[in-house]
């Protein structure tokens, strides 16, 4: 079982900028990616990447977030700039044994969470 907990969230205006971070324990994994979910909505994926370092990112935050993991692969960060309200969410680190998809199925590892406000 791989342990996740995720750091970073808070409350900034529109424009501005977040870095979370995951912090990751236990087995590695083929995929991790971050989700985000707004109460009485299904949970989203935001971005993902896999053990050989591809990308991909939702629509909605493409060429606003990156996504990466540091050189020990035990840390996964979103940068997350531009940021609007409708970016407002808890987000959620996420790590998957066999592949790498934009929704929940597959992954197996679940972080806390950490809430993330944007103010207009």
């Known amino acids: 079982q791989v342990r996740l907990m995720e750091s970073g969230g808070g409350s900034v205006q529109a424009g501005g900028s977040l870095r979370l971070s995951c912090a990751a324990s236990?087995?590695?994994?083929?995929?991790m990616g971050w989700f985000r979910q707004v109460p009485g909505k299904t949970r989203e994926g935001v971005a993902t990447i896999n053990v050989y370092d591809t990308t991909r990112y939702a629509d909605s935050v493409k060429g606003r977030f990156t996504i990466s993991k540091d050189s020990t692969k035990t840390t996964l960060y979103l940068e997350m700039n531009s940021l609007k309200p409708e970016d407002t969410a808890m987000y959620y680190c996420a790590a998957a044994r066999w592949s790498c998809s934009m929704t929940t199925g597959g992954y197996n590892d679940w972080g806390q969470g950490t809430q993330v406000t944007v103010s207009s």
């Open positions: 236990g087995y590695s994994r083929y995929c």
